[in-house]
């Protein structure tokens, strides 16, 4: 083989690899792009590329309406349990308990309250979020809640039937968690809620509640409904459930973790995003 080709066979194997290679790069930039900016990648336009790791299906649960006792908080906290709690922003111990779960590794999540359907014979709290606001107002309120609760991944809706059903004021709290960089969660308050669709435009990291586990406080009625969470997370691979800040949710937690952490992956929700 003369000099001239074994230089152009040389030259072609090193661009070739030099292709190969720059492509996988591309490949892994572009998925983690979509990861990261969430919703292309969640709503299953690159689903062919997303691989399955984990052996069990992934199952994260929140405990709504935190923040009231910061004794019955520490009991939570002692379940051994990946659990993800929401705290409502100007309930007296909110940033105590924020601050103790940080530091114990624990998740937490505003508790934002939004405007009901039934307001105002319907109280959502203090420095609620509401459609008689003005922009200005919403965004001061808005700052407010935000900044209120420390170390928040993310924000769900506590009431807001109303307020999640308006694209105008969803578009402004997207707008804020987006430049927070803080997903959300949409509690299905009302099964007319455009919080999907926003969140995609915005690109907020977004999932929703896929039932409440204990509207009954009954014990048999939350294994009933915890059943059938984790039925919907093999079938999907991933779901998201809503308990309460209550004695009864914390009694029926503690039975009953065992035999849930043997059939799903308890996780944070952030860990499903």
Partial sequence: MSNNKKFFFLFCVILSFLIIKTGYSEHKTEENILKQNGFLYHFGL??????????KPRLAIIIDDTGYSFKEAKRFFELDADITYAILPFAPYAKKIAEYAHNKGIEVMLHLPMEPNEYPDKNPGKDALLSSMTAEEFQKVLNKN??????????????GSKLTTMPYYMDRLFLLLQKKKLYFIDSRTSEKS???????????????????????RSYNAMKKQITRLIKKAKKEGKAIGIGHFNYDFYEFLKKELPQIKSEVRLVFVSELL
Avoid: L, S, W
């Fill in 46 to 55: 690159n689903k062919t590329k997303k691989k399955r790791d984990f052996k």
């Fill in 146 to 159: 935000i900044h209120a609760v420390p170390y928040i991944k993310g924000v769900n809706n506590h009431m």
């Fill in 194 to 216: 455009v919080a999907r669709q926003e969140a995609f435009f915005f690109k907020i990291p977004f999932e929703e509640n896929d039932m409440f586990i204990d509207n009954v």
